[in-house]
């Protein structure tokens, strides 16, 4: 068993053989059985969290916060004032409250910290001399591991051999610069300066390499440097500080509030101070909004749950209410936008032209020539293109046990190795005849991929790539088996041919080599190697849309969220694509890379404002549109998969990788992640931000509107200067407002998108939670409607009993029963309110009476808990209750239909309006 702490600089300078005993590993790799025990002793590796912020001390903030503090002290005052049941029932209440604030908050965390666990990074390892994915979580000291341009780093590694090795550090050491490595021990300055060592936690920019791990997890420098900076805490969205904000401010209005009716009660009533004091407590409890909070947090959080179901895997909670503000999508096409499942159909030469039947990555087809198949020996420029299509590829055919051959690799290079084998090259004795010696690795800048073989002795690079990449580096043709000069006449044929493929939405790739020279080969230079070239052909691929993709854009025009098209593929291709989806007119705009740098910002931002899209355009042209459209006020979310779509995707308001295709660095510097790669995903994403947003809104709503019931019985009694007894008990307004009232709060949080939503326009970014037709509707129509009825309960029963406006019940059964009946009907258009407030202006028949069956379970109980208060001796006492007649239940029972008959017809005009309105604009 090899040392729990191996020194660096050990690792570092250690030689060959020596190195592999300091390690105890081989070149083939661990045993799976060493790799158990190592894992059993070294432990997983992870970045274990510095000690979470504690349960306890969570839990205890929900006893201390303002509005807690607020209710001890009015509980102690009450205890003191000679009230003992109020006392104790206020700080019941805080702490019923502050353990419901506790269990939501937990709910909310645990939703978030399982998507985590849906995200493991993998990790190609050498084990056994078989080369293997694992969850890096897996890797263990002496663990040989691949790295790739893109990926995260997982442990710390010596280097054992590498290909233009390029690491990003700036995680570890905030250096922005690239450095190289290699496998050279050479040892710079500072911590990190070792030259054959690459740490956990960077990642890389480019190149690849086969490493050699020495430490994981807590082990590494990372783990290190995070033990000791781990940030606590993480930062509210907007939407909770606005919330925090407003919860104060409410609070702040109801203490000034309650204080004017103590003045009142006590100056202009002439009221005992003990019991005016009772009475402001009353109003001051009844504005105070305690569970907005940790219900708005809870609801975030179940639109992130509702999001992982539908494929979009949010970090953190503030994404969710920016995804509802979006309103320009920047969007990749390759695999995003299409299926990225590429066929070859077309083969193109100068003097000739095939066609390759078969589906797919399948390679049951043939290429054929006027319906017949051709035999590809009596073509030699055929032959060379398919085995420069076969050669210059990394994608690898597997057979599978049923036979069947199963291509691994992405779908350019699949394609390109499929379309060989459907030839009938046998791609296993090509390998041997003409042994890679070195390859160019593809990166989009180049949009070229380059490999060497070596072929009888000489030495030649095969080159594909883009055709443009190509041409510009061309400058002979070979026909018919023979090289030519490159002529205009040529390049005007190759164009057009270009072109009729891109016009059909296909995406053309060039193929052509470059036989080096001996000093060539010397030179070992990239611009070197991809120069004088010969063309030969085209490969054709079509790349099907994705089928949902035609309704989602849909979705986006109907909601005014503009798609921005912005991808590497030629301008024909790329408009033909966008074409086809429905996502612009014929008149697009359609820029490339090249205009683009031209561009001054300006001018990028006056362009971007008309229809368009992004051709032949590098991941760093992405970051200065998302930038472009910001500065226009948009709210961008942008797409990416490469290493240098990083900065664009942390410039984005929502930065979107790839989960499938996408590299472990744009997925770190992602706010949300695609499991299926879909841009119908981001849509639904969308749609489920601002439904979270509306839901909101809507319990906002409930909850605010009860307090104008709840306020004006008081109203009533200072007005009259006490001749109408208080309406409602403090301890009633209690049960209404801490007791009664939640549940259905917590199901409208619930609540699926309405109808409509994304039929309008984004959000502004200042519009506000509380906006003015959520104060008019809480107020002035819900709550008006609520202080009518439950004041009007309260006359009834005195009238019923003989009473008379003038001459009231002050004490005894009669009144008590008044207060109850006051307190009931409160409750019932309560009722009524948690289902008018399920929609805005859609019918709620037509989402569905039962459908949310939060909101039923929510009323049941709110109607249990106030027949126990009705019923429940103890609890009668407590609350001044008193059990209530037949006539009085059937008039409480029958409040909500009328309320929510009326509000089903205002709700009726409003859609009337709305239609007609559409209907001028059209
Ligand atoms: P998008 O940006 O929408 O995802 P894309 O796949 O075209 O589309 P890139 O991956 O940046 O974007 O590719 C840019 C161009 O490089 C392609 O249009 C193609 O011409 C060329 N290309 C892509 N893959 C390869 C490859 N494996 N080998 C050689 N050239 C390639």
New binding site residues.
């Given amino acids: 068993m090899i040392q729990r702490k191996i020194e660096t600089d050990a690792v570092a300078s250690s030689k060959g053989k020596e190195l592999f005993e300091l390690l105890g590993s081989s070149m083939q790799g661990l045993t799976e059985a060493e790799v158990e025990r190592r894992l059993d002793y070294f432990g997983p590796n992870e970045i274990q969290q510095t000690k979470k912020r504690s349960q306890l001390r969570i839990f205890a903030k929900n006893f201390v916060s303002l509005m807690a503090l607020l209710l001890w002290v009015s509980g102690a005052i009450a205890l003191f004032a000679g009230m003992p049941e109020l006392g104790i029932a206020i700080w019941l209440v805080n702490i019923i409250n502050g353990l419901f604030s506790f269990w939501q908050e937990y709910a909310a965390q645990k939703a978030t910290n399982s998507l985590k666990k849906m995200l493991p990074t993998y990790t190609t390892v050498i084990r056994n001399n078989n080369s293997q994915q694992i969850d890096a979580k897996k890797l263990v000291p002496g663990d040989i591991f691949l790295v790739q341009a893109g990926n995260s780093i997982s442990a710390d590694a010596r280097i054992l051999s590498s290909e233009a090795l390029e690491i990003d550090e700036s995680a570890l050491t905030g250096e922005s610069e690239t450095v190289s490595k290699s496998k050279n021990y050479l040892k710079t300055e500072g911590q990190f300066g070792q030259n054959n060592i690459i740490y956990a936690g960077t990642t890389v920019a480019r190149g690849t390499a086969t490493v050699i791990a020495f430490h994981t997890g807590m082990a590494t420098e990372f783990g290190k440097i995070t033990n000791l900076t781990q940030k606590q805490g993480k930062s509210k969205s907007p939407l909770q500080v606005e919330l925090n904000r407003l919860t104060k401010q409410i609070s702040v209005i109801a203490i000034i509030i309650g204080l004017i009716f103590f003045l009142a009660a006590v100056f202009f009533v002439h009221y005992p101070w003990n019991k005016s004091f009772v009475f402001a407590l009353g109003m001051i409890v009844a504005f105070i909004p305690e569970g907005l909070l940790p219900t708005v947090t809870l609801s975030l959080a179940q639109g992130v749950q509702r999001m992982s179901k539908k494929h979009a895997l949010v970090k953190e909670l503030s994404s969710v209410e920016t995804l509802g503000e979006t309103s320009v999508i920047a ?8 299926q990225n499942q590429m066929t070859i159909n077309h083969l193109w030469l100068l003097d000739d032209n095939f066609k390759v039947t078969g589906e797919g990555y399948s390679n049951n087809g043939q290429i054929q020539k006027e319906k017949q198949k051709v035999d590809i020996e009596k073509h030699p420029d055929l032959k060379l293109l398919l085995t420069i299509s076969a050669l ?3 994608s690898k055919l597997e057979k599978t046990v049923d036979e069947k051959t199963k291509v691994i690799g ?1 779908p ?2 699949a394609a ?1 190795i499929i379309v060989a084998e459907k030839a009938g090259i046998e791609i296993e004795r090509l390998v041997e005849e003409q042994p890679r010696l070195k390859e160019l690795p ?3 800048n ?4 380059t490999t060497i073989h070596s072929v009888n002795g000489k030495k030649i690079a095969y080159v ?6 190509i041409m510009q580096r061309a400058n002979k043709i070979r026909v018919n088996g023979e090289v030519h000069v490159l002529n205009n006449e040529d390049r005007k044929l190759i164009e057009a041919a270009n072109k009729h493929y891109a016009s059909m939405g296909l ?4 193929l052509a080599y470059h036989e080096l020279t001996e000093h060539e080969v010397q030179m070992n230079d990239q611009t070197v190697i991809e120069n004088n070239l010969v063309f030969i052909g085209l490969t054709v691929m079509a790349d099907p849309p994705r089928p949902e993709v035609y309704a989602a854009i849909k979705k986006c025009h109907d909601a005014k969220i503009r798609v921005i ?6 301008a024909l ?2 408009k033909s694509v966008a074409l086809k989806i429905g996502m612009v007119s014929e008149k697009v705009r359609v820029i490339t890379g090249e205009e683009l740098e031209k561009m001054d910002d300006q001018t990028l931002r006056d362009e971007i404002k008309q229809e368009v899209i992004f051709a ?4 760093e042209h992405k970051y200065r549109i998302v930038k472009a459209c910001q500065a226009n006020g948009d709210i961008v979310a942008s797409t990416g ?2 290493v240098n779509d990083a900065p664009a995707l942390k410039q984005a308001d929502i930065g979107i990788a790839m989960g499938v295709t996408g590299t472990d660095v744009a997925k770190d510097a992602a706010d949300m992640i695609l499991t299926d790669d879909n841009f119908a995903s981001i849509v639904a994403a969308v749609e489920e931000g601002r439904t979270v947003y509306s839901n909101i809104q809507k319990f906002l709503l409930y909850i605010l509107n009860s307090n104008v019931p709840e306020a004006i019985p008081s109203v009533l009694f200072l007005f009259s200067r006490g001749m109408i007894p208080l309406p409602l008990t403090v301890m009633q307004i209690l049960t209404v407002d801490l007791g009664t009232d939640m549940l259905p709060a917590l199901g409208l949080g619930a609540e699926k998108s309405e109808p409509g939503v994304m039929e309008q326009p984004p959000r502004a970014r200042d519009s506000h939670l509380l906006s003015h037709s959520v104060i008019w509707k809480a107020f002035a129509w819900y709550g008006a409607g609520a202080a009518l009825i439950s004041t009007f309960a309260y006359f009834f029963v005195n009238y019923l009993h003989g009473y008379t406006i003038s001459n009231l019940a002050e004490h005894g059964a009669v009144y008590v029963q008044a207060t109850t009946m006051t307190l009931a009907a409160i409750v019932f258009c309560q009722v009524a309110a948690a289902i008018n407030c399920r929609t805005k202006k859609t019918s709620v028949l037509t989402i569905g009476f039962f459908s949310n069956r939060h909101i039923i379970w929510g009323i049941v109980s709110e109607i249990i808990l106030l027949a126990l208060l009705i019923y429940v001796p103890v609890l009668q006492g407590l609350f001044n209750t008193i059990s209530i007649g037949f006539v009085e239940w059937i008039f409480l029972v029958s409040i909500p239909i009328p309320l929510v008959l009326i509000e089903e017809t205002r709700k009726y005009f409003v859609r009337r309006k709305v239609k007609k309105e559409e209907n001028v604009n059209i």
């Fill in positions: 969007s990749d096409k390759t695999g995003t936008l299409t210059n590829n990394d992405t350019t290079e390109h593809f990166d989009s180049r949009k070229l991929m594909k790539g883009a055709l443009s990449s995406r053309s790739l060039a098209m912005v991808t590497g593929d030629s291709t790329a032949r355009v590098a991941p998969d490469g």
